[in-house]
């Protein structure tokens, strides 16, 4: 049974920082590209940053570049997003994917809310 279980979420202050994870099981991580979306009230899902399968690419959307990092660590089947000075515009729902040619699957999210 495939598995993506996101957690790291919560409520932070502008300006600081969090953490967020994505456990896989079910399937050959290794094999996976893996990505980080977000879906905020009202808007589409957006892609955050991806990650090859290797770890050696990355990839992030323009709003997030100097923020964010990607990385996986293929041993613990799971991939990572560091999040950074995170502002009022980074709240949403966090979801993990993990594709590989026609196969994609979704975790079910986890929200992140940046408030004072």
């Known amino acids: 049974q495939v598995q993506l279980v996101e957690s790291g979420g919560g409520v932070v202050q502008p300006g600081g920082s969090l953490r967020l994870s994505c456990a896989a099981s079910g399937f050959t991580f290794s094999w996976y590209a893996m990505s980080w979306h977000r879906q905020a009230p009202g808007k589409e899902r957006e892609l955050v940053a991806a990650?090859?399968?290797?770890?050696?690419?990355?990839n992030y959307a323009n709003s997030v570049k100097g923020r964010f990092t990607i990385s996986r660590d293929n041993a613990k089947n799971t991939v990572y997003l560091q999040m950074n000075s995170l502002n009022a515009e980074d709240t949403a729902v966090y979801y993990c994917?993990?594709?590989?040619?026609?196969?994609?699957?979704w975790g079910q999210g986890t929200q992140v809310t940046v408030s004072s």
């Open positions: 994917n993990a594709r590989y040619g026609d196969s994609s699957y």
């Open positions: 990650i090859t399968s290797t770890g050696r690419t990355t």
